[in-house]
């Protein structure tokens, strides 16, 4: 319970850091893989979303334009909770700053988990049912967490700047500095850099396998553990935080 209050509490660390941003680089990939075998989209590729928009206005598809412009505003609108909720966590100084967010999501993924096909059905003003709004949306929250937490440094979905940021390190380890070359002007890598990133990708595609076969062979209820790993990590410091508002409440009472 210490260990899983420290993760999402508003003091951090570079190890809590960067342990939630492995774990929930895992959830990204079972959410993101499981989400594309129930709706056959990949709903936290905003890069895709955004060219085909640009594709679909081209060729006059219009309900493809929609879609993407649903799936946009839906992850655009998580990653905005998050920052609500987050800001407003560090004004009242609660102990679970960042753990509002991943109960939210929490919540969320359950509701999808027992709405199951039914949601595949819901229409919305996008051309995209319900399920695939909810899925952006819930990507969008969780990719803010991280990115706040971090100070940028950290991302869960977005796999596209872990694999340039690793690149980046390789290329730094496989450098060769001449010989003479001042020390100050050496290129030199960071190790724990290149193992994080590395990491971030490992368990992103484990997470992956872990979702596309969750839902194949078990349905939607694949995503009751996946909500019970989020509710691990924000349930603890918020608890925390309703101890101190009772023992505040206690104190109110006896002074009156």
């Not at 899983?4 to 079972?30: D, E, I, S, V, Y």
């Not at 190790?191 to 994080?196: F, G, I, N, P």
């Not at 603890?236 to 104190?251: E, I, M, S, V």
Request: glycine share 8%.
């Amino acid at each position: 319970m210490r260990v899983l209050r420290h993760l999402t509490a508003r003091h951090r660390t570079l190890a809590t850091n960067r342990t939630l941003g492995l774990m929930l680089a895992f959830n990204a990939g079972a959410m993101n893989a499981g989400g594309f075998m129930a709706v056959r989209m990949y709903t936290s590729h905003m890069t895709g979303f955004l060219a085909a928009l640009a594709d679909s206005l081209v060729l006059g598809e219009f309900a493809l334009v929609l879609a993407a412009i649903g799936a946009l505003a839906a992850f655009l609108c998580g990653a905005a909770a998050t920052a609500i909720l987050v800001n407003w966590a560090r004004q009242q100084r609660l102990c679970g700053t960042y753990a509002l967010p991943l109960l939210l999501e929490a919540l969320l993924m359950l509701l999808f988990g027992l709405l199951g096909a039914a949601t595949l059905q819901w229409p919305t003003p996008f051309a995209v049912p319900l399920t695939v709004l909810l899925l952006a949306f819930m990507m969008g929250l969780q990719n803010a967490v991280v990115t706040k937490m971090s100070s940028a440094q950290i991302r869960t979905t977005h796999m596209t700047g872990v694999v340039t940021d690793l690149g980046m390190e390789l290329g730094r380890m496989l450098y060769w500095n001449r010989r003479g070359t001042p020390r100050a002007s050496r290129v030199r890598a960071n190790r724990e850099r290149a193992q994080l990133f590395a990491s971030l990708l490992a368990l992103f595609v484990i997470g992956g396998v872990v979702g596309a076969a969750g839902f194949q062979y078990i349905g939607f209820a694949w995503v009751v553990p996946q909500a019970a790993l989020l509710l691990a990590l924000s349930l603890p410091p918020l608890f925390t935080d309703a101890q101190r508002l009772a023992a505040w409440w206690r104190g109110r009472r006896v002074a009156e």
